[in-house]
């Protein structure tokens, strides 16, 4: 069975600080797919990034950045110079699904960071 | 272009009811997704609906139904509701099922 670890339920920053999120998987296969989403107080779910189990190339996106390391089957989340707008619940997931399967088992999500990044 | 829209936003049913929600998904997306987001906790797989046929379920129990139409809306129903049913619904659709998107949600309040 899959499963995904958020360890960090809360972490609260001055603005301007680094944040890292942490995200841990686990999975049996050998191809999957690694997600984050941010989800702000309004509740709609925000994709972030998409990671494939082949390539553990890091990505940074503006004042964003992901750390996917497969030896320690972690998925981290880095923003940089942190700002009250990334103030959110942060959520990482994991797919393991494939249509040529004949089935989907959907995401499965952690149970989220709540970041507040405080003025 | 439009995103994934929900209905209603708001619900209050009493135990024992049934419920209808209803998703668009985003013009082009052939796939729909349903999640319940209990308070505090992470999304939680219902439904997976491609090309109007189920390709998923998760642990959820019979009361939970979908159908996804020829135009690629979907309806989630719910019947003989439960306080434990109160929560968080939420939509998504993708192109392929890597890279979903998700709607606003309705919120489902139990009495």
């Known amino acids: 069975a899959q499963k995904v670890t958020q360890a960090q339920t809360e972490i609260s920053v001055v603005e301007k600080e680094d944040v890292t999120l942490d995200c841990v998987y686990e999975t049996r296969d050998t191809t999957y797919y690694l997600f984050w989403y941010k989800q702000p107080p309004s509740g709609e779910l925000v994709f972030l990034i998409r990671r494939n189990s082949f390539d553990e190339q890091n990505e940074i996106s503006g004042r964003y950045s992901w750390n996917f390391q497969k030896s320690t089957s972690s998925f981290n989340f880095t923003i940089t110079a942190s700002q009250v707008v990334d103030s959110a619940v942060y959520f990482c997931a994991l797919s393991e699904a494939t249509y040529s399967g004949g089935g989907a088992d959907g995401l499965t999500f952690g149970k989220g960071t709540h970041l507040i990044i405080q003025p | 272009d439009a995103g994934v829209t929900q209905s209603p936003t708001h619900l209050i049913k009493t135990r024992g009811q049934q419920v209808t929600l209803r998703c668009s998904p985003i013009s082009g997306h052939k796939s729909v997704s349903w999640y319940q987001q209990v308070l505090g906790q992470g999304p939680q797989f219902i439904f997976q609906?491609?090309?109007?046929?189920?390709?998923g379920r998760g642990n959820f129990p019979d009361r939970f139904s979908a159908r996804q139409f020829p135009n690629y809306s979907s309806e989630l129903n719910v019947n003989a509701l439960l306080l434990g049913d109160s929560a968080l619904y939420l939509c998504?659709?993708?192109?392929?099922?890597?890279?979903?998107?998700f709607g606003p949600g309705t919120r489902l309040t139990v009495t």
């Open positions: 609906y491609y090309e109007k046929e189920e390709r």
């Open positions: 998504a659709s993708s192109w392929d099922i890597y890279e979903q998107y």
